[in-house]
């Protein structure tokens, strides 16, 4: 077509080449590997001087279409995608950090990504300074001269901080640093960190993308120059993502649109009438006019995605017996579903942390996170407000 397509469009149309079957729906390579005509094409292939599948450790036409969708969402040059999200983080990392390298990371991240900077990096003499979301003085203060990379997530995981973009693009350029952002919680369609300055976005594919609980997957889009190092280093160290789990995705971005208008619609209505709850202490969703960061989140953000979170009165005992209480909510460990799930970061995704760590990445004892799912909203509430009720103290 002569009109530039929209990139919700972009993840709906773009697909892997037609075989000779002329197939509508894009097919599976679920293939190790692929085979040559010739020895030349295959030396060729191992010389880097043509672009045909070799392994589908290095590529894979499924993967590619996932990528490509991804790339035109985040509007970036290039990606490669892995095997869950974590794997995607850790390898920007590792391809593009080495030893005496020092990294700024915001405090309140996920907890894997905590642990990864501060048990596994130091390993490889990486160092990294931890810093509150929004102390900018702080973050001016920690950089050093060998400081490389600015990583962090907004929205956070769990606590709901928003990050200004605009201001952390500046930072970066300022002092030579590649600016690596978690994407996951707010997604492409809401949030797009490449027209803030970002080098790199990261994905856990498993949460919005997937939408359905069903594969694991991650994925990381941006510099040309930066994926290309990236992919080297995952190309040899091994975490790409299965044919299967690119094909599950890459269908269900055909879909991510419309599912995260409903998951937007509910997470802001259960958050404005978890507001007038007496069992709850305070109500966080990027989208409240509460929110410390309420105009940071309208500047960049579309909508204020799908999670919100909340204090239990009662602290942790509170947060067990109201994931018990409840009904029709799932329990579980993942978000971005399409059923709504209920977590308790204290007692579950950040128990390994010790009580002075939970507390510098602000996890408080009866914090309670909700991904809203695609249910009728009222079927939803009724199950909270329930659960609320029979754990009061």
């Known amino acids: 077509m002569s009109k530039e397509l929209d990139p919700i469009t972009q993840a709906v149309r773009i697909r892997a080449p037609k075989t000779l079957q002329n197939e509508h729906s894009s097919p599976l390579y679920l293939t190790s590997s692929f085979t040559f005509d010739e020895a030349e094409t295959m030396r060729a292939a191992f010389a880097d001087e043509n672009d045909e599948n070799i392994y589908s450790r290095f590529s894979n036409p499924t993967v590619d279409e996932f990528v490509a969708k991804m790339c035109a969402l985040e509007g970036c040059e290039d990606g490669f995608a892995t095997s869950t999200g974590m794997s995607a983080i850790?390898?920007?990392?590792?391809?593009?950090?080495?030893?005496?390298?020092?990294?700024?990371?915001?405090s309140s991240v996920f907890g894997s990504t905590f642990t990864i900077v501060n048990k596994y990096l130091p390993r490889w003499g990486i160092t990294c300074t931890l810093i509150p979301a929004n102390d900018k003085e702080a973050w001016e203060a920690a950089v050093q001269p060998n400081t490389k990379m600015l990583y962090l997530e907004t929205?956070?995981?769990?606590?709901?901080?928003?990050?200004?973009?605009?201001?952390?693009?500046?930072?970066?350029?300022?002092?030579?640093?590649?600016?690596?952002?978690d994407n996951c919680f707010a997604t492409p369609l809401l949030?797009?960190?490449v027209d803030?300055?970002?080098?790199?976005?990261?994905?856990?594919?498993?949460?919005?993308?997937?939408?359905?609980?069903?594969?694991?997957?991650?994925?990381?889009?941006?510099?040309?120059?930066?994926?290309?190092?990236?992919?080297?280093?995952?190309?040899?160290?091994?975490?790409?993502?299965?044919?299967?789990?690119?094909?599950?995705?890459?269908?269900?971005?055909?879909?991510?649109?419309?599912r995260l208008q409903r998951h937007c619609e509910n997470a802001l209505k259960i958050a404005e009438v978890l507001q007038r709850n007496p069992n709850v202490a305070w109500v966080k969703y990027p989208f409240l006019p509460n929110h410390p960061q309420y105009e940071i989140a309208k500047k960049q953000m579309k909508a204020g995605g799908g999670v919100l979170c909340f204090e239990i009165k009662g602290g942790v005992e509170a947060g067990r017996k109201f994931l018990d209480s409840l009904e029709l909510l799932s329990v579980t460990a993942n978000l971005g579903d399409s059923r709504s799930i209920a977590s308790h970061p204290a007692s579950t995704t950040h128990s390994k942390l010790t009580d002075q760590e939970r507390a510098s990445v602000g996890i408080t004892p009866g914090l309670i996170r909700i991904s809203a799912g695609l249910e009728k909203v009222d079927d939803v509430l009724a199950d909270i407000t329930q659960a609320l009720e029979k754990s009061a103290v």
């Open 90 to 106: 850790f390898s920007t990392f590792m391809g593009l950090l080495k030893s005496g390298d020092h990294l700024l990371c915001c």
């Open 155 to 181: 929205p956070t995981n769990p606590q709901l901080e928003v990050i200004d973009l605009e201001w952390a693009g500046q930072f970066s350029k300022k002092h030579n640093l590649i600016f690596n952002v």
């Open 191 to 193: 949030q797009r960190p």
């Open 196 to 258: 803030f300055g970002a080098d790199l976005i990261v994905h856990s594919a498993t949460k919005w993308i997937d939408g359905q609980g069903r594969v694991l997957g991650g994925v990381i889009t941006g510099r040309k120059d930066l994926i290309h190092e990236i992919y080297l280093f995952c190309r040899n160290t091994g975490p790409a993502m299965s044919p299967f789990n690119a094909w599950v995705l890459s269908k269900s971005l055909e879909t991510l649109d419309v």
